[in-house]
Nanobody, 115 residues
Framework: QVQLVESGGGLVQAGGSLRLSCAAS????????MGWYRQAPGNQRELVAS???????TYTDSVKGRFTISRDNAKNTVYLQMNSLKPEDTAVYYC?????????WGRGALVTVSS
């Protein structure tokens, strides 16, 4: 079973930056999509950004131009560079790996943006 481990969360002031990392415990065969989701208190989990094994990306509108998702297939790792952070970005950020065979979640990384 593949496991995902997130790192890089923390406390930052509004306007600051953080980079989240998510490492998979092993490589997966075939195409897959890795994504970052977030869940703020009282809200549903929402997709923030995703990237396919071929490098195609999608972003939710609220983070376009501020967040960048990337992946290093050799390291089985996906990153989320978050710039110009806003208090409304405060949430637990979850990494997800999805393929035809798998749907795996990490435990989450807390990101807190102070005003």
């Amino acid at each position: 079973q593949v496991q995902l481990v997130e790192s890089g969360g923390g406390l930052v002031q509004a306007g600051g930056s953080l980079r989240l990392s998510c490492a998979a415990s092993r490589s997966t065969f075939g195409s897959n999509t890795m994504g970052w989701y977030r869940q703020a208190p009282g809200n549903q989990r929402e997709l923030v950004a995703s990237i396919t094994s071929g490098g195609s990306t999608t972003y939710t509108d609220s983070v376009k131009g501020r967040f960048t998702i990337s992946r290093d297939n050799a390291k089985n790792t996906v990153y989320l560079q978050m710039n110009s952070l806003k208090p409304e970005d405060t949430a637990v950020y979850y990494c997800n790996l999805r393929s035809i065979y798998l749907n795996v979640w990490g435990r989450g990384a807390l990101v807190t943006v102070s005003s």
